[in-house]
């Protein structure tokens, strides 16, 4: 069974552009979770969508949206892009509704840098 | 809402026990438990949910405390291979009791143990 895949895995933009990565869960898993993750900040969450729709989100400006496709495949955008933005953004999917029974699964991140 | 780990950091020689705590100020519903090495993906260690259920590793033990809103991770005679970052994630109760549905990772604590 394939893992969660991202792309691009590394992307270097410039103040004020916008970037969009992509997340393609595993095969069956409808729950997909963004994170953005720098150093001494751990793992900060972005947001979650379960079936096409947004169910949680984190503390991030407007800038930064997600949205999910019939597949489960999912998208985040950054707008406006700021020095600030620079990170590791991990996806992971779960098979379940809940994160109470179902472990996630962490895609290998894309490492964006912006200067 | 960001879950706090303790210790920031720890450094053991093999053969050695540690204890990881993760604390939040927040009902819990469930406490995950993720491992991420250098460079790579975090990967699922446990899952703790209320009532005292537990998934997950064989060779490393959790407890949740749900009145305190507190878990442990307990790591026993330690190997080279229980070195890297550990994460605890936790899902908060909605007011009428059930799952908030995503989780929120502390800044984590890394382990490095030495031969």
């Known amino acids: 069974k394939a893992g969660v895949t991202q792309t691009p895995r590394y992307l270097i933009k410039t103040r004020g552009q916008q970037v969009t990565l992509s997340c393609s869960p595993i095969?069956?898993?409808?729950?997909v979770s963004w994170y953005q993750q720098t150093p001494g900040q751990g793992l900060q969450f972005l947001f979650e969508y379960f079936s096409e729709t947004q169910r949680n989100k984190g503390n991030f400006p407007g800038r930064f949206s997600g949205r999910q496709f019939s597949n489960s495949r999912s998208e985040m955008n950054v707008s406006t892009l700021e020095l600030g933005d620079s990170a590791l953004y991990l996806c992971?999917?779960?098979?379940?509704?809940?994160?109470?029974?179902?472990?996630?699964?962490f895609g290998p991140g894309t490492r964006l840098t912006v200067l | 809402q960001q879950p706090v780990q303790s210790p920031q950091a720890v450094i053991l020689r093999e053969g050695e026990d540690a204890v990881i705590n993760c604390s939040s100020s927040?009902?819990?519903?469930?406490v995950h438990w993720y491992r991420q090495k250098h460079g790579e993906a975090p990967v699922f260690l446990m899952i703790l949910l209320k009532g005292g259920e537990q998934k997950g590793h064989e060779k490393i033990s959790a407890s949740f405390n749900e009145k305190k809103q507190q878990s442990s991770l307990y790591l026993t005679a330690s190997q080279l291979s229980y070195s890297g970052t550990y994460f605890c994630g936790t899902e908060g109760v909605l007011n009428y009791g059930g799952s908030q549905g995503n989780l929120i990772f502390g800044k984590g604590t890394k382990l490095s143990v030495k031969p």
């Open positions: 992971a999917s779960r098979g379940g509704g809940s994160a109470s029974h179902n472990e996630q699964f």
């Open positions: 095969s069956g898993h409808r729950s």
């Open positions: 927040k009902a819990l519903y469930s």
